[in-house]
């Protein structure tokens, strides 16, 4: 039987984080590093940046870390993101599906555009790196996929419809996943945040504060933390120890489940 691996032992572990150039991504990518474990990041930015921070994480923690430009509007992008991490660093233990956009709009103005992207890359994105990712796990009789949905995904909020729609969807997708593999040493979940304030929770505030006409101060305090009983943003040390449990050997026995970390807000 295989040694008990804890939360805090990422060593040997190969990571692919989608959307893990910044934010909550790359919070986890960096918590991976410092645990021991192989990365593969995946998302936008300047690529002096990116490759700045890649060689950062690799240096200061000894370990492997590489990126792939995987378009997550492209299926076989994101495959090929995957069969590169197995060809790259020789396996892959944990799959992260994190990448993500938001748009604020009415119903009636909501961009046709923009539903199409915020489908495919927020829910459709994770189909497919999934779907790329279960024969890897399977042949090495192991795995831990893990969906950062959202708060959203359990329940709803105005003039969000896309994003909404499509975190509900991915804890569908989770559950069926779960199911599918419950047998196989596979795990599915869904980390379920509420807001963290990251660059895409910035772009929020803008986008409410110029669809209410209210200022940003207001918008924070009136509209996105009203919704958080704790009255606090969520920070990414919290998602990083939901992650860490539901990656390790401790995590074992939850499987399908969304794990809220939103500070009371989906207990109303």
Not at 40 to 60: C, P, Q, S, Y
Not at 100 to 108: K, L, N, T
Request: hydrophobic fraction near 45%; include cysteine; charge should be negative.
């Amino acid at each position: 039987m295989p040694a008990y691996r804890s939360p805090e032992d990422l060593s040997g572990q190969v990571v692919v984080i989608t959307g893990s150039t910044s934010g909550i991504g790359l919070a986890l990518a960096t918590a991976v590093a410092a645990r021991g474990g192989d990365v593969v990041l995946n998302g936008l930015g300047d690529a002096a940046e990116i490759e700045k921070t890649r060689a950062a994480l690799e240096a200061e923690h000894g370990v492997r870390v590489r990126y792939h430009a995987a378009n997550m509007l492209n299926g076989a992008e994101i495959a090929d993101m995957v069969a590169y991490a197995e060809a790259e660093l020789g396996r892959l233990d944990v799959l992260v599906n994190n990448a993500g956009i938001q748009h604020v709009e009415a119903i009636e103005n909501f961009p046709i555009e923009k539903w199409d992207q915020i489908i495919a890359i927020n829910l459709s994105s994770a189909f497919h790196a999934i779907r790329a990712a279960v024969p890897l796990m399977k042949a090495q009789g192991r795995g831990r996929i893990i969906n950062i949905a959202s708060a959203h995904g359990l329940v709803a909020s105005p003039f969000k419809s896309a994003y909404v729609a499509a975190k509900h969807g991915v804890i569908g997708l989770t559950k069926t996943v779960a199911l599918e593999l419950a047998r196989d040493n596979i795990t599915c979940n869904a980390i379920c945040p509420g807001f963290v304030h990251t660059p895409i929770v910035d772009k929020q505030i803008e986008d409410q504060a110029r669809v209410n006409n209210m200022p940003r101060e207001q918008v924070m305090q009136d509209i996105i933390l009203a919704k958080q009983p704790s009255k606090e943003f969520i920070t990414v040390e919290q998602l990083v120890g939901a992650f860490l449990y539901l990656a390790s050997d401790a995590g074992a026995g939850t499987n399908g489940a969304a794990l809220t970390v939103d500070g009371g807000w989906t207990a109303q």
